[in-house]
């Protein structure tokens, strides 16, 4: 049959599925939203079921009726105001307001009206909906006021607290963090401390992130101009609940990171200010000790050697006088015998096993027991330290003395009077299979001669002083090769002495 020859469908035919309109009443009488309708004075002409349960009114005694009959009166005029001006403009209007139900009761209606406009574009009614949020005003109130508790006792800690996603983002913090944020001058501080107190925790965080947990570690964090500052860290996996739309219902929990830092730095002042002086007692102890241990080895140097005089003459006495020799050489044998008493109460050196130590660590001890003197020279110290270095196998006290002695040495050349540049470098690098400290100060350095014999024992140009044995740079050498390294004399370029010490990381001989 052609096309042209079809019958001309009715209008039900045209449109099969529309909606008819008893069906579009009972799905709004039936709604569960409270739904009003009213004429352009807000006079109520229809409500469904649920306005009924909501507001106690049945609907025979809210028809004709104005919705201010709900208002409490306590809702501020502005909002009013504001909605009026708005449904009269012609938009539609949502917001918050509290009501009064039949029986005097009070709920919060959240409430959106829209304007029905006629063919001419005025409006003719208003479509109101509203549903009581009362319940979820009170959850809001009290998750906001929970928050704002936790905030006030988390901000009232004397810890800094970062809570932090799987991403590093600081997600909340307090009072105390946003104060090292401008303490350290850095834009995120936990990070720095992660990094210190658990390196590599942004990808452990990700693949296993019970790794980054952990309690009481120490992290030092050295301020460009001012003294380090110590933190106690301790951080604590927590789950937290995903708020993207997307988390609603694969609701996946995230992993957070709760970092809670103690400013520990005074305390740590204190433990190093201890430190220093129980190693400066130490010190004074062992450098007591060898100098007794010099003074008696040089008596039975210069006793030794007049003895040795006296034997080779008993000798030649021996066939003219034997009577005489044989006096003298029991004279002799009883001095000899004084000199091995004397040499046995010789204080030995003490009992310092080796143990794994980082030089930066040693010269800053004695940078630091020699701060007074060195401020009472008025030397100016350049400390150049090795960012890293490997621990070497030593004896900390040693090198303490050694290096003190070095130290005491630099300082006595600049010391001089008249001695106008006092300037003091004390370096550390690390070279291929060792570690080279090179001290170097701005004295009239050490002439070639005495460069010579500096290391022999009692070799000293100060003989006046009484004070110098001439044993410093020996028992220097000694406490070097006893490490299996090298000492030597350089001059400084500029002038001045340079002393140059080598120390294997193996401890191995060199
Ligand atoms: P009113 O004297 O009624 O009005 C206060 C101010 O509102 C006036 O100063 C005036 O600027 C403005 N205003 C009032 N009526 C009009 C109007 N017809 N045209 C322009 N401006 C006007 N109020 C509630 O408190 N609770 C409700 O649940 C609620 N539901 C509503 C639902 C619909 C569909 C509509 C249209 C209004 C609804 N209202 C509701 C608003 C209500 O009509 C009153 O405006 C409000 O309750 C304040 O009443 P009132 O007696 O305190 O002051």
Known sequence: MPATDAPTPSREQDEPNALPPEVYRQATDQADLAISITDNRANILYANEAFSRVTGYGTGEILGRNESLLSNQTTPRGIYEEMWATLRAGKAWTGRLLNRKKDASLYLAELNIS??????????????MHRDITELHHLECQVRNQKRLIESVVDAAPVVFALMDTQGVVRLDNHEYKKLVTDLGVPEPAHLIMDMACPGWRQKILAQPSACQFVAREARVDQPRGNSRWFSCSCSL????????????????????????????????????????????????????????????????????PMNVMTSAVNLMQRRDPTSARVLNEALAASREY????????????????????????????????????????????????????????????????????????????????????????????????????????GPGIPDDVKLHAFEPFFSTKTGSGRHL?????????????????????????????????????????
């Not at 992993?255 to 010190?283: C, H, K, P, W």
């Not at 630091?368 to 070497?392: K, M, N, Q, S």
């Not at 020996?474 to 370029?493: F, Y």
């Open 115 to 128: 304007p029905v406009q006629d063919g001419a574009g005025r409006t003719s009614h208003y479509l109101g």
């Open 339 to 442: 000199v091995e008493g004397l040499r046995q109460v010789i204080p030995p050196h003490g009992p310092e096993t080796h143990v794994g130590v980082n030089l930066n660590e040693v010269l800053r001890d004695v940078l630091e027991i020699c701060t007074p003197r060195l401020l009472a020279a008025g030397v100016v110290v350049d400390w150049r330290p090795a960012p890293t270095l490997p621990h070497i196998p030593a004896r900390p006290m040693q090198l303490r003395v050694l290096f003190k002695a070095l130290l005491e040495n630099a300082i006595e050349a600049m010391n001089g009077k008249g001695w106008t540049r006092r300037e003091l470098t004390l370096s550390t690098t690390r070279a291929a299979d060792c570690i080279v400290v090179r001290m170097e100060d701005s």
């Open 238 to 305: 927590i789950r937290m609940h995903d708020d993207s739309a997307n988390g609603f219902f694969c609701g996946d929990s995230m992993t957070g990171l709760l970092l809670a830092v103690n400013d520990i730095s005074f305390l740590r002042a204190e433990q190093e200010r201890a430190r220093i002086a129980a190693l400066q007692a130490m010190l004074a102890e062992e450098e007591r000790i060898a100098s007794i241990r010099e003074s008696l080895s040089a008596a039975l140097f210069r006793l030794e050697e």
């Open 470 to 510: 001439g044993t410093g740079l020996a028992r220097a050498q000694q406490i070097v090769s006893d490490h299996g390294g090298i000492i030597d004399l350089e001059d400084r370029n500029g002038g001045g002495a340079s002393v140059v010490v080598e120390l294997r990381i193996d401890g191995d001989p060199l």
